[in-house]
């Protein structure tokens, strides 16, 4: 039987899609975002291994709480590193009638195969899928990943495409990615597609600055303080609403 590298679970989560949802963090990530508050989930060394089912059962037992618009959510790490259990596991959780949502990055996406095809597998049994715009430019998304973001502007294409429903998440980071510019760039990016639900902005925190130094890494935004309410406002005027392209 096939088993995830899970990092850990939260029972009672209420800001990862509808409703309230049980979380799933899984095992491994190859970006490396400078904001990142989860680097202990990069490592794909084996963490916490579990079967879908144990993690299903264990989701259930907060059934009740869900309403009818909760479900589980799987993030991470990049969930998209375990494909082959991660449709396995909404295949499943679709068997039980448990709705199913997506919080990715998107950089593993590449339309060859044998990805791809997995890729369409598991969106028949995904309902909905967070996905991180961390910065529009692909030089400046470099610098702040260690990756470009060509693949991931393309997979949104792509669920748009399939009419896939999307919500949009964007870290707001003094200095890094609260340009005007970059943000009219990526509402102007967004106007090209049919299926996003909702845009969320994020304000940068360093609250897990701890787990860089834990794990002997420099952080480099030791310095940068949270964005004022002023520029969340801003960022969210130019982000969430059509009219500001």
């Known amino acids: 039987m096939r088993e995830g590298n899970i990092h850990s679970v939260e029972t009672f989560g209420s800001v990862d899609g509808p409703g309230v949802r049980f979380l799933i963090f899984m095992q491994g990530c190859r970006m490396r975002c400078r904001y990142c508050h989860n680097a202990d989930t990069w490592s794909t060394e084996r963490n916490l291994p579990m079967t879908a089912d144990a993690l299903l059962n264990r989701a259930e037992r907060y059934r009740a709480y869900w309403g009818d618009e909760g479900g589980i959510t799987v993030s991470g790490g990049e969930p998209l590193l375990q494909l082959e259990f991660l449709i396995e596991l909404f295949q499943k959780a679709k068997a039980r009638g448990i709705g199913t949502c997506?919080?990715?990055?998107?950089?593993?996406?590449?339309?060859?195969?044998?990805?791809?095809?997995?890729?369409?597998?598991?969106l028949r049994v995904t309902d909905l899928l967070l996905v991180d715009i961390?910065?529009?430019?692909?030089?400046?998304?470099?610098?702040?990943?260690?990756?470009?973001?060509?693949?991931?502007?393309?997979?949104?294409?792509?669920?748009?495409?399939?009419?896939?429903?999307?919500?949009?998440?964007?870290?707001?980071?003094?200095?890094?990615?609260?340009?005007?510019?970059?943000?009219?760039?990526?509402?102007?990016?967004?106007?090209?597609?049919?299926?996003?639900?909702?845009?969320?902005?994020?304000?940068?925190?360093?609250?897990?600055?701890?787990?860089?130094?834990?794990?002997?890494?420099?952080?480099?935004?030791e310095h940068t303080q949270p964005p004022t309410a002023e520029r969340v406002k801003n960022a969210e005027t130019i982000l969430c609403t059509e009219e500001s392209r």
């Open 102 to 122: 997506l919080d990715t990055a998107g950089q593993p996406f590449t339309r060859e195969e044998p990805f791809f095809s997995r890729f369409c597998e598991l």
């Open 134 to 221: 961390k910065h529009i430019d692909s030089g400046a998304h470099r610098r702040l990943t260690g990756h470009g973001n060509e693949n991931i502007l393309d997979m949104l294409r792509f669920l748009s495409d399939e009419g896939k429903p999307v919500w949009i998440r964007h870290v707001l980071v003094p200095g890094v990615t609260d340009s005007d510019d970059a943000l009219k760039k990526t509402r102007a990016f967004l106007d090209t597609l049919r299926n996003v639900e909702r845009v969320e902005v994020l304000p940068y925190h360093s609250l897990g600055a701890y787990k860089w130094k834990e794990l002997g890494l420099g952080y480099t935004l």
